[in-house]
């Protein structure tokens, strides 16, 4: 069977979300309502939001809109990696952060402990796997490339496994498998779409008040407090959160730092006992390659292999349309790439493919502010990797709305801003320019041309 036949079967829609246990969509939003404070979104950065309001302050009435359905976002279509880094990796966080990197890197594990614990709270069952993650080479710079990372990462004192070929191999076989760095501890696999609704029970449960199909439309001071409106109605609140990451912020101020890039996903049928012997994988782990243009896998419950990645999609002007989320090329590449990775697997199909938009900004990693004299908080920016931090960030924004110093605002992660991105048609070029170096590079043995070598020098860059 070629790669080509191998998708003809595949359904257009993300395998999180045609789940039966999906719940019902909630009413929307009728007429006028106020509350103390009203969080704009419904993927994982609001829920997150809503629920810890709540935890810290039971009597808060909080309100949630959300302009379609909880988790159909990027929320409901993702890998599934939720990872304790809270700087889109070691490396990143090193690069950007080495005076906090120490501190940034304990407060993400608290932050992913934390996670865990409150599934446990709530009984959210989302088929959690503390597996850890493998970062594979491919080339052989690139297996010099982890140990210098995992070199890197004992002198801050933090414990990264490297494996060569053969160790590599007996945890997960593939011949195209150079050697990997194993982070046991740091990353967890999850149902996407499972946590998602996990959180909007917990968070009916503890009294927030949910309206889906309700897209918040404006933003705008309303006596002391601010007001959102919204198609049949108004919310009044006394703070207002910004979930709303890949989506047009209410604050347009926020718009030039992020732009939307289109990732996708295959998913295989289940594999059988002989398929699953041929590859090994008994730990289970998340898997990624370390090329620039890179793949992530990983394993379902029911032993799918979910696998992602490589074509990171800008459209000029940063059009979001349905159209982009299905992507024939991007999927007939994916596939080829799977059994050149898999040759034992040849045979198997794919039951999905599909696609939909992130955010992403210059520093890859999620930044955070305040509008309307501290009463608007956002986070955004998590380019790809926030299935943990979004968490992180939900405390951030609860802490600047309060308006008290913690251990997260004191952060030059968390008080900095990247740079924006410029306007078009200099954005466009921009990145494309970047996308066409980073392929180079990944052809070239991981030399990075001047314009990456400039990019790096300047802390901008994009990311697949």
Not at 235 to 248: K, S
Request: proline share 5%; hydrophobic share 40%.
């Amino acid at each position: 069977m070629d790669s080509a036949r191998a998708l003809s079967d595949a359904r257009p829609t993300s395998f999180w979300l045609e789940d039966p246990g999906r719940p019902q969509a909630l009413s929307a939003l009728v007429g006028d309502t106020r509350c103390d404070l009203l969080v704009v979104g419904g993927g994982y950065s609001g829920l997150w939001t809503a629920l810890i309001a709540k935890e810290r302050d039971p009597s808060l009435d909080v309100v949630l809109v959300e302009g379609h359905e909880v988790g159909w976002a990027a929320s409901g279509r993702n890998g599934g990696f939720c990872a304790a880094s809270l700087t889109h990796g070691f490396g990143n966080g090193l690069q950007r952060w080495p005076g906090e990197l120490a501190e940034l890197e304990r407060q993400g594990k608290a932050n992913l402990q934390a996670m865990e614990d409150t599934l446990k709270r709530y009984d959210i069952d989302c088929e959690w796997e503390r597996t850890g993650e493998i970062d594979v080479a491919t080339q052989p710079h690139q297996l010099a490339e982890l140990h210098e990372v995992a070199e890197a990462a004992a002198e801050y004192g933090f414990d990264l496994t490297v494996l060569d070929a053969d160790q590599l191999r007996k945890q997960v076989d593939s011949p195209t498998f150079l050697g990997g760095l194993w982070d046991k501890d740091g990353v967890a696999m999850v149902h996407p779409a499972k946590l998602a609704w996990g959180l909007k029970a917990a968070c009916l449960a503890q009294g927030v008040r949910i309206f889906e199909r309700t897209r918040a439309l404006s933003l705008a001071e309303h006596g002391s407090g601010l007001a959102v409106r919204t198609p049949y109605g108004r919310v009044f609140a006394r703070q207002v959160a910004l979930g709303t990451n890949v989506f047009p912020s209410l604050l347009k101020r926020v718009r030039p730092y992020l732009v939307p890039v289109y990732d996708y996903a295959l998913m295989t049928e289940p594999l059988n006992d002989e398929q699953m012997a041929s590859i090994g994988w008994a730990g289970r782990q998340g898997l990624g390659d370390s090329a620039n243009k890179f793949h992530y896998f990983r394993l379902s419950a029911d032993n799918r292999i979910l696998w992602g990645g490589y074509d990171a999609v800008y459209h000029y002007g940063g059009r979001m349309r349905a159209e982009h989320d299905q992507r024939p090329e991007t999927f007939h590449t994916l596939s080829r790439n799977f059994f050149r990775t898999f040759p034992q697997l040849e045979g198997l199909r794919f039951t999905h493919a599909w696609g939909g938009a992130i955010d992403t900004c210059t520093r890859f990693s999620a930044f955070f502010d305040t509008a309307y004299r501290g009463r608007v908080a956002y986070a955004a920016g998590f380019t790809g990797l926030g299935v943990g931090a979004t968490r992180y960030g939900a405390e951030v924004m609860l802490d600047l709305l309060a308006g008290e110093p913690t251990e997260r605002t004191s952060l030059e992660m968390v008080r900095s801003k990247p740079l924006p991105f410029p306007p078009e048609p200099v954005r466009w070029a921009g990145i494309e320019l970047t996308k066409w170096s980073l392929d180079r590079s990944d052809r070239n043995g991981g030399h990075r041309n001047l314009w990456l070598r400039t990019m790096d020098r300047l802390g901008l860059g994009f990311d697949s």
